[in-house]
């Protein structure tokens, strides 16, 4: 064989041997990557069943706040300063005893019309407005279909009195004098109102003396 030959037959095979070499190794990366790729597939897959396990057995209701203390529950759900009205009504929250003197005179001093008489009964009678931490009630109304209030405490009073006066000097709605009766509830029964949160929220409380109730019954 002359020695032309016998270089093209080296460049022949160099260039084979090259693009073998290039093949096999694309063929390797090829088959580390699906490799990987169902790998981290079935990763997405188990961790999607453990979300969703964590869910269904409930194991962990609040994985991120399974506990808490008392303060910082009441710290959270307290009302503070002084509302929309407040100023005309001459309460504040920052001033419970204060303001609850004062809306108990509310429901002496004030009297309804016919119609106003009719959404007084309708908030009334409504679930969770009463002084259901102190009374029998539990999560009742503070008055009867009658228009007598349900229960004689300070607290049921109260609720009585806040309701005739924003009836009287408000435009707020039924489900917003309900509301607003829940945050006094909070304020006149902060012990009450903090369990029931922390029953809601499924957490395990910590430490913190928090009082029954403020104002007498």
């Not at 597939?41 to 969703?52: N, Q």
């Amino acid at each position: 064989m002359s020695e032309h030959n016998i270089q093209k037959t080296q460049k022949q095979s160099f260039i084979f041997g090259f693009v073998a070499g290039v093949a096999i190794v694309s063929v390797i990366g090829l088959v580390i990557m699906m490799s990987t790729g169902f790998h981290n597939m079935g990763m997405e897959e188990d961790g999607g069943a453990t979300v969703a396990n964590t869910v269904e057995t409930g194991n962990s209701v609040q994985t991120q706040n399974s506990s808490g203390s008392m303060q910082e529950v009441l710290k959270e759900i307290t009302p503070t300063g002084t509302p929309d009205y407040g100023k005309k009504a001459g309460i504040s929250y920052d001033k419970v005893e204060q303001s609850l003197s004062v809306l108990r005179g509310f429901d002496q001093s004030i009297t309804l019309s016919a119609s106003q008489q009719k959404r007084y009964v309708k908030v009334g009678t409504s679930p969770l407005t009463a002084c259901e931490f102190c009374c029998g009630i539990k999560e009742g109304g503070f008055a009867k279909a009658s228009g007598q209030t349900a229960c004689g405490c300070s607290h049921n009073i109260a609720f009585s009195g806040l309701t005739k006066w924003l009836i009287k000097n408000t435009s707020y709605t039924n489900d917003q004098i309900v509301a607003e009766i829940g945050q006094w509830k909070i304020l006149f029964f902060p012990k009450g109102a903090v369990e029931k949160e922390i029953k809601k929220r499924g957490i395990t409380p910590s430490g913190g003396e928090i009082p029954s109730m403020k104002g007498g019954c």
